[in-house]
């Protein structure tokens, strides 16, 4: 019987089936099992939940996944070129890979894995922000994110108050996760290599957020108060209508703070501030 081990090496499978990356798609393959097998592990136990895998590619980390003893990996591939190559993995993998062709944006991971389910991905950089913001506004669905992302987008969601790359997506990522980087992998892991190196950051979702707030709102202050990064928040907030110095007064910050300054904790104040004026 055949099985995941007989599958020919990565590289042949590119060269049969005709996949030369597109950079338009954010096609970096990873071609190294050995890689991709650790990031399988880096997302713990998958053997008792679904895995949502955007963009498989060629699937080296398809592979991982499902030799890591995956329960059911659904892969989401927007390149049909790829499909046929998937379809080999998928008939080597006991019935656990289901491919889905399509934009994995439109895909609602909600509806289609079972609660408790785990995201492993190798994300095209294009979409991988809009993607984390989908999956935060469904974060209690997740078990946990393992997600490969340009080294700068991971520090940006892994960056405390008062470092340079914190913004809105460290507030509303530590806002409902703990967040941390846990593999770096330098361009030449890929093929073909990107300009940047790469990272893994885990996102393991709280409980409960880490501080009360209605996340629709907490975003808007956010975006709000970084768009204007170098203001004091006495201007930037203004973007949110109101009482900005009653609004900061409420939630007890000094006006001339600027955002980068803030705890997730103060964030999820001034919102509650702000629904309660709306
Ligand atoms: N997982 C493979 C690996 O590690 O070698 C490929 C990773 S590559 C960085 C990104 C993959 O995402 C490509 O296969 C690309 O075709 C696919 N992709 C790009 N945009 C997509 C989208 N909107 N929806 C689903 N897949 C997409």
């Given at each position: 019987?055949?099985?995941?081990?007989?599958?020919p090496p990565l590289r042949d499978v590119?060269?049969?089936?005709?996949?030369?990356?597109?950079?338009?798609?954010?096609?970096?393959?990873?071609?190294?099992?050995?890689?991709?097998?650790?990031?399988?592990?880096?997302?713990?136990?998958?053997?008792?939940?679904?895995?949502?895998?955007?963009?498989?590619?060629?699937?080296?980390?398809?592979?991982?996944?499902?030799?890591?003893?995956?329960?059911?990996?659904?892969?989401?591939?927007?390149?049909?070129?790829?499909?046929?190559?998937?379809?080999?993995?998928?008939?080597?993998?006991?019935?656990?890979?289901?491919?889905?062709?399509?934009?994995?944006?439109?895909?609602?991971?909600?509806?289609?894995?079972?609660?408790?389910?785990?995201?492993?991905?190798?994300?095209?950089?294009?979409?991988?922000?809009?993607?984390?913001?989908?999956?935060?506004?469904?974060?209690?669905?997740?078990?946990?994110?393992?997600?490969?992302?340009?080294?700068?987008?991971?520090?940006?969601?892994?960056?405390?108050?008062?470092?340079?790359?914190?913004?809105?997506?460290?507030?509303?990522?530590?806002?409902?996760?703990?967040?941390?980087?846990?593999?770096?992998?330098?361009?030449?892991?890929?093929?073909?290599?990107?300009?940047?190196?790469?990272?893994?950051?885990?996102?393991?979702?709280?409980?409960?957020?880490?501080?009360?707030?209605?996340?629709?709102?907490?975003?808007?202050?956010?975006?709000?108060?970084?768009?204007?990064?170098?203001?004091?928040?006495?201007?930037?907030?203004?973007?949110?209508?109101?009482?900005?110095?009653?609004?900061?007064?409420?939630?007890?910050?000094?006006?001339?703070?600027?955002?980068?300054?803030?705890?997730?904790?103060?964030?999820?104040?001034?919102?509650?501030?702000?629904?309660?004026?709306?």
């Open positions: 019987m055949t099985g995941l081990h007989d599958l590119i060269r049969t089936h005709g996949l030369e990356a597109r950079k338009g798609l954010g096609q970096h393959f990873l071609l190294d099992l050995n890689l991709t097998g650790r990031i399988a592990r880096e997302a713990g136990d998958l053997t008792d939940c679904d895995v949502l895998e955007v963009g498989p590619g060629p699937g080296g980390l398809t592979r991982g996944l499902l030799a890591a003893g995956a329960r059911r990996v659904v892969a989401v591939e927007k390149d049909r070129r790829c499909l046929a190559a998937l379809e080999e993995i998928r008939a080597v993998s006991d019935g656990r890979l289901e491919i889905v062709e399509g934009d994995a944006l439109g895909f609602d991971a909600a509806a289609e894995l079972a609660p408790g389910a785990r995201v492993v991905s190798n994300l095209p950089y294009n979409v991988g922000t809009p993607l984390l913001f989908g999956w935060l506004e469904r974060l209690e669905h997740f078990a946990g994110l393992t997600l490969m992302f340009q080294r700068e987008v991971a520090e940006r969601i892994v960056a405390r108050p008062g470092d340079k790359a914190y913004g809105r997506l460290a507030v509303m990522c530590g806002w409902a996760a703990d967040c941390q980087i846990v593999m770096d992998l330098p361009a030449r892991a890929f093929t073909p290599p990107p300009k940047v190196a790469s990272a893994v950051v885990n996102l393991v979702p709280l409980a409960k957020p880490r501080a009360e707030a209605d996340m629709a709102t907490l975003s808007r202050v956010v975006a709000a108060a970084f768009n204007q990064r170098r203001k004091m928040l006495r201007q930037s907030l203004k973007a949110l209508g109101g009482d900005t110095a009653v609004l900061l007064d409420s939630a007890d910050i000094d006006p001339t703070r600027r955002a980068e300054t803030l705890s997730i904790e103060e964030f999820a104040a001034l919102a509650r501030n702000v629904q309660v004026a709306g």
